[in-house]
C-alpha cells in the first residue's frame, strides 16, 4: 500500500499554528513511508471563501518547506464529479430528496428540545412515494438506522457510534451544491488517501463520512484525530492572539526551521529530544507517539528555538535569510560592513530576525538622535576630551586592526584614569545610539573608519552645542 496523506484547508481565513501542524503530521507520515502528500484546497462555501487566503496557504506552506506532490486541487473546480456521485447515490437507493422547508425542519428541532431530546431528521422523506415536482429539495444520505460505526484511530484507539444517533446527512442543499461531508469522502475516495490525518473537532463527521464510504463499497482510510492547541491562557486560539497567522511569524522574524521543531513538538515527542531537523524528523516520525491531550503555546520556548537555530544554523544561510529582511526595512547593505560578519558578532544576542535588523540598521544607516536620558548622563566635559582624544586617535590610526583598536580603548582609559567598561559606555552611545552592543572594538572595526569618525565628531559638536555651553 502506497502512503498517501493530504492537507485539506478551508481558504476562509489564516492558516494558523494548528492547521500547519496538522499539515507538517501529513507531510512528515508521507515522507517517512515514501509516500505522496497531496494539498487540496476546500472552497465550496463560496461566500466565505478568499483567493487572497489562498495565496498565504501556499505562502505558508512554502515557506516552511512543506512542499507537495499532487494538486493544488479545488473543490470548486470538481462539482461535476460530486454531482455525478450523487446522482448515482439517488440512483441507488443510497440517498434520496428530502422537501421538508427550512422552516418545517426548524419547528421539528424546538419541539425535540423542548421534549428534552437531541434534535435530529425524523427522516419523514425516507419513504416518499410521490414526488413533490415543483418543491426545492435537498438530498439526503440514508444513513443505516441500526448497527454502529467503529473506527480505530490512530491517536485515540477505537472510537465507536450507534447509528441511531446520525441524522440523515444533507449531501446537497437546495442550491444544487454539494455539502462539505460529501465533498470530502469524495475526494479522499478519488485522490486514493490512506491515512486522513485531521483536527479532533472532525471527529464527528467521521462516522458519517465512512458510512457513505460504505454505502459507495469504497475503501476505508485510515484516521488520526489531533488534539487541539490552546493559547497561552489555556483556551481556544482565536483573533486576538497574537501571530495567530503563519506569515505573521515570518514578519516577526522566525526562521521556518525553528517553527517546524516548535510546532512538532507540540503534541509529538522521541523521547526528551527537544531538537529536530526536518531531515531527521523524517526519518524518525510516527503517530505512535502523539499525544491524546492538547498541549499549549509558549511564545518562550519558541523564541528559545528560535535563538538556538540563529546561532546553530550555518551562518551564510541566516545571513542570506537575514538579507530578505534587511530589504523588506529598506536598509541598504551595499553601504556597510559585511552582514555575515555583522551576524556573527550579534547572533547570540537576539530572539528573532526581526530584533537583528534593528540592531544591525546603526552599521548602514545614521541614526537620527540620541536617547535624552542617557545624553544627559554621558555627555559631560570630562567626556569631551575623551571623545575628542580617541577622535585623534582614530583619525591617525592607519591599519585598521581589532586589536589596535582595542589598544587606543585602554590606554584612554589609563591616561584618562577612567574604567575601560566608562569608555565602553560612552563609545557605545555615541557610536551606535545604544547602551547595549557586543564588544566595543568589534563593533568599531565592523563599523569602518568613515562612520567612526563622522559619529564622533556629531557627538562632539552636539556636546558642545547643547551641553557644554550650558555647564
Ligand atoms: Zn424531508
Known amino acids: 500500500m502506497k502512503v498517501k496523506t493530504r492537507f485539506a484547508p478551508s481558504p476562509t481565513g ?22 505522496k502528500f497531496v494539498l487540496r484546497i476546500e472552497d465550496t462555501d463560496f461566500e466565505r471563501s478568499k483567493s487572497l487566503s489562498v495565496k498565504s496557504i501556499f505562502k505558508g506552506l512554502k515557506w516552511l518547506g512543506l512542499n507537495w506532490d499532487e494538486g493544488p486541487y479545488f473543490q470548486s473546480k470538481r462539482l461535476d464529479r460530486y454531482q455525478e456521485v450523487i ?30 431530546k437531541k434534535p435530529r431528521y425524523s427522516g419523514i422523506c425516507r419513504n416518499l412515494k410521490t414526488r413533490c415536482i415543483n418543491n426545492k429539495y435537498t438530498v439526503r444520505f440514508k444513513n443505516p438506522t441500526f448497527g454502529k460505526v467503529t473506527f480505530e ?6 472510537i465507536t457510534f450507534n447509528n441511531m444517533e446520525l441524522d440523515d446527512l444533507i449531501i446537497q442543499r437546495s442550491n444544487g451544491m454539494p455539502t462539505y461531508n460529501l465533498c470530502v469522502v469524495i475526494d479522499d475516495l478519488d485522490m486514493n488517501i490512506t491515512h486522513v490525518i485531521r483536527g479532533e473537532d472532525h471527529i464527528n463527521n467521521t462516522p458519517r463520512q465512512i458510512n457513505i464510504l460504505k454505502s459507495l463499497k469504497a475503501k476505508i482510510p485510515i484516521y488520526a484525530h489531533v488534539s487541539m492547541i490552546l493559547n497561552e491562557n489555556g483556551k ?19 526562521l521556518p526551521e525553528a517553527l517546524i521543531n516548535y ?23 510516527n503517530l505512535d507517539t502523539i499525544s491524546k491531550s492538547s498541549s499549549s503555546f509558549n511564545m518562550k520556548k519558541l523564541l528559545w528555538l528560535n535563538k538556538y537555530y540563529i546561532n546553530h544554523l550555518p551562518l551564510f544561510y541566516v545571513s542570506n535569510i537575514l538579507k530578505d529582511y534587511m530589504k523588506n526595512e529598506n536598509i541598504k547593505i551595499e553601504n556597510g560592513p559585511n552582514l555575515e560578519c555583522l551576524l556573527n558578532l550579534y547572533k547570540n544576542r537576539h530572539s528573532t530576525l526581526k530584533d537583528l535588523v534593528c540592531s544591525l540598521r546603526v552599521f548602514y544607516e545614521e541614526f537620527e538622535y540620541y536617547d535624552i536620558k542617557f545624553a544627559n548622563q554621558y555627555f559631560i566635559l570630562k567626556n569631551l576630551y575623551i571623545l575628542k582624544n580617541i577622535y585623534k586617535k582614530i583619525q591617525k590610526c592607519i591599519f585598521w586592526e581589532i586589536k589596535i583598536l582595542s589598544e587606543i580603548i585602554m590606554n584612554q582609559s589609563i591616561e584618562s584614569n577612567t574604567e575601560l567598561k566608562e569608555i565602553n559606555m560612552l563609545l557605545r552611545f555615541v557610536l551606535t545610539g545604544y547602551v547595549s552592543s557586543p564588544n566595543m572594538s568589534s563593533v568599531i572595526f565592523l563599523l569602518g573608519k568613515e562612520k567612526t ?3 564622533l565628531k556629531n557627538a562632539m559638536i552636539f556636546i558642545e552645542k547643547n551641553y557644554i555651553k550650558l555647564q
Not at 448515482?88 to 423542548?114: F, T, V, W
Not at 486560539?237 to 515570518?250: G, L, M, P, W
Request: net charge positive; aromatic share 12%.
Open 236 to 254: 481556544k486560539f482565536s483573533k486576538r492572539d497574537n501571530a495567530e497567522n503563519i506569515i505573521e511569524y515570518y514578519k516577526k522574524g522566525f
Open 14 to 35: 489564516d492558516l494558523h499554528i494548528g492547521s500547519i501542524r496538522t499539515a507538517l503530521y501529513s507531510w512528515l507520515f508521507a515522507r517517512h513511508y515514501n509516500g
Open 87 to 116: 446522482e448515482d447515490m439517488l440512483k441507488s437507493g443510497n440517498a434520496y430528496k428530502c422537501y421538508c422547508s427550512p422552516q418545517s425542519i426548524e419547528e421539528e428541532r424546538i419541539k425535540q428540545l423542548h421534549k428534552g
Open 263 to 285: 510546532i512538532i513538538r507540540l503534541g509529538w515527542s522521541h523521547g526528551n529530544q527537544e531538537i529536530f531537523s526536518l531531515s531527521e524528523l523524517k526519518k524518525i516520525f
Open 453 to 455: 569618525l563622522l559619529r
Open 153 to 158: 484511530d490512530k491517536i485515540r484507539g477505537e
